[in-house]
């Protein structure tokens, strides 16, 4: 079975503009969530979603937001991009259950703003 | 709010040795626990998770971690360290309660083997 996919794996932007960042759960998982990864740093939650809704929300600004589609895939957008922004961008998966807890990461997105 | 600490930044240790990997947390809610490894240029992997019951777990990979509640603590330990076991190591915690599901992580900790 695939694993959590994210593309595309590396890309470079210029600060003002705009990128989206895609991802494809495990089959069958239907909870999706967002991580950023600042070389060095730990992951920082950005959002949840469970069934197409957002169940939870990092404190992030506005100009991070996302979609989960019907078939669970989903998209993570980021607008007028900061240097700040570059990180390594991660996606989970889960089926949503308790014992399913721990979700399981794609390889991210290296996202460098120059 | 939840935040964990992961008292070591680099931990160097040679190989076949013992290494203890230390992870405090805060948090007012019941909570449960992770530790996470990445390896470089990779996603993160799960190591073991403690939801419930015995409070210690264990990977396949010989590695064990023991939840302590008193102490708000939950330590990863090996007893033999392998040149593969470089990594980074992270530590996570996520609310037992409510619907939502996101982890807090520590800042990690670079596990360095030596031959």
């Known amino acids: 079975d695939a694993g959590v996919t994210q593309s595309p794996t590396h890309l470079i932007k210029t600060r003002g503009q705009q990128v989206t960042l895609r991802c494809s759960p495990i089959s069958g998982h239907k909870s999706v969530s967002w991580y950023q990864q600042v070389l060095g740093q730990g992951p920082q939650f950005i959002f949840q979603y469970y069934e197409k809704e957002e169940r939870g929300r990092g404190n992030f600004p506005d100009r991070f937001s996302a979609r989960q589609f019907p078939n669970y895939s989903s998209e993570l957008n980021v607008n007028a991009l900061l240097l700040g922004d570059s990180a390594l961008y991660l996606c989970?998966?889960?089926?949503?259950?308790?014992?399913?807890?721990?979700?399981?990461f794609g390889s991210g997105t290296r996202l460098t703003v120059v | 709010a939840q935040s964990v600490t992961q008292l070591d930044s680099q931990v160097p240790v040679f190989e076949e040795a013992p290494v203890e990997l230390r992870c405090n947390y805060s948090?007012?809610?019941?909570?449960?626990l992770f530790w996470y490894v990445q390896y470089p240029n990779q996603g993160l992997q799960l190591l073991l998770k403690?939801?419930?019951?015995?409070?210690l777990v264990e990977s396949i990979n010989g590695f064990e971690a023991e939840f302590n509640k008193s102490q708000t603590s939950f330590h990863l330990r090996k007893p033999s360290v392998h040149i593969s076991d470089t990594a980074e190591y992270f530590c996570?915690?996520?609310?037992?309660?409510?619907?939502?599901?996101?982890?807090?992580f520590g800042s990690g900790t670079q596990l360095t083997v030596l031959p």
């Open positions: 403690y939801l419930s019951g015995s409070t």
């Open positions: 989970a998966s889960s089926s949503g259950t308790v014992n399913s807890l721990g979700y399981t």
């Open positions: 948090s007012s809610v019941s909570v449960y």
């Open positions: 996570a915690v996520s609310d037992r309660a409510g619907s939502a599901r996101q982890l807090t």
